[in-house]
């Protein structure tokens, strides 16, 4: 009983609650029970506050009450009592904020970021904290400098990264829904190599306010769920305009689950792109037959499938590796153990701290990062590498761009592989950069991209297809997403834990 | 675009504001090595009279009313200080 639960949709819960037939509470004591009994395995968690989480959840139950006394049916408010699972890089008022880093291990949230303010004012859940690659750089969740989060379909192997936290969690039943981040891949990958549908929004749509920044041109803040429609609901509530973050876009938000589900009504034939860029060297025989197969279900719906050219595709982690890493080492450089975070008790006098901090705090991967982006940015340097790589981003983006005009969206493979072994790429960090080649066009072009399952290994591995959609129409990419997971049933496999 | 070997630790290290032990030192000068070698083809790209882009969508100036707003609370924005004294962030002498 408490494990349906913890499987069911946003929309099925939903339906549940307003009806009365179930309480926020009884919900979040499932969700808690089921935690307990996984994520000794899982390790989805950095850290959960079940009295804080069951408080949320009695507010919520009272909300309800006092709608329905006063006439309200609840309707047009999908996530009122859902706990959501939150990416311990999104600050939540009061609860910690670690960035699995050991620089910010003891920090406490002063403030919540705006998804967080929009998901509370949405009446969902705000639920634990979830482990991801220290500062969410990497692909596996193994650069958390806490834990190591397991794949619910494998303990053996890792869930991906950065956001495994997120993404394990939903796969586990320790969510309904989680937000991510994902900067080159970290929402899309996880969510494939977990059996979980990932959204990355346009970059703009959604606030980055009070998500710790690691590429703020690249960073998009977005939803990991159990279904397209319920990656539409977290959407919706969680987009727009927040004069807090200059870069999120003055455009209304539609309604993503309603104009999917209009779209999809409509019947319309959609135009869909596939890219040989996409299917080559590198590529696991298994996933391209499932993301092959799909395109067929696609053809088999009545759309419409064009070869398109990303000509600029192979280059595109080149210039990602120089880009993320300049901004990041730019954006890192607050961490220095003057107001916040991690203070050496050896330094001695004040740039010794910086020195000694910032050694003591960071985790190696971080380190490398950092030396890479202040390298590429340096004196005589910046032009060889910075100016090149931004200008190799313009020809990636106008490739996107010129394949639009002749189709709605890109479908590809997420990951080229499915989930890895632990430890197999810990020591190169090449070949992890690597597993990022098929997500990180999609963020230096700034469009939205989102992964649904779409098949298994033999092994038992999940698979994901990637869909790529054109700038600010999440709501056609979701109803392409949805035309393909209503004729399979993908999701709504279960990992037995 | 300069060679992989112009990597100089100690110098970027510097600039970072970051101590590194010999030890990280070797395994990041070849791990890094590595990866500026990787990025080496990006010198095939013709790149001539291409604009680069620093944000997938033009940025433009945001200009905002000169109205007070509540900030945050001294209390709140010390609290994570790893030490505090009279409502400031306390740090080693860095005048003599």
Known sequence: MSEELCYSTISELSGRLARGDLSAVELMQAVIARTRKVDGRVGAFNSFDEEDALGQARASDERRAKARASGADGRGRPLEGIPVGIKDVVAVAGQPLTASSRMLENYVSPYDATVARKLKEAGAICWGRLNLDEFAMGSSTENSAFRTTSNPWDLERVPGGSSGGSAAAVAAGEAVAALGSDTGGSIRQPAALCNVVGLKPTYGRVSRYGLIAFASSLDQIGPFARSVEDAASVLGAIAGHDPRDSTSVRMDVPDYAGGMAALAKSGRRWRLGIAKEYFGEGLDPEVGAAVQAAVDEYRGLGCEIREVSLPHTRYAIGAYYIIATAECSSNLARYDGVRYGRRSKDATDALDIYFKSRAEGFGPEVKRRIILGTYVLSSGYYDAYYLRAQKVRTLIRRDFLDAFAQVDAILTPTSPTPAFRKGEKAADPLAMYLSDIYTIGVNLAGLPGMSIPCGFTRGGLPIGLQAIGQPFRETELLAIAGAYEKRTDWRTRRPRL | ?96
Do not use: C
């Open chain 2, 1 to 96: 675009m300069p060679r992989p070997d112009d990597l100089r630790l100690d110098h970027v290290a510097n600039l970072a504001r970051l101590a590194l032990t010999d030890e990280e030192k070797a395994r990041f000068a070849a791990q890094l090595g590595d990866v500026l070698a990787y990025v080496q083809q990006l010198n095939e790209v013709d790149i001539s009279g291409i604009e680069p882009t620093a944000h997938a969508f033009p940025v433009v100036n945001v200009w905002a009313e000169d109205v007070p707003e509540p900030g945050l609370p001294v209390e709140d924005a010390l609290r994570n200080a790893p030490q505090k004294r009279d409502n400031m962030f306390v740090v080693p002498k860095v005048v003599e």
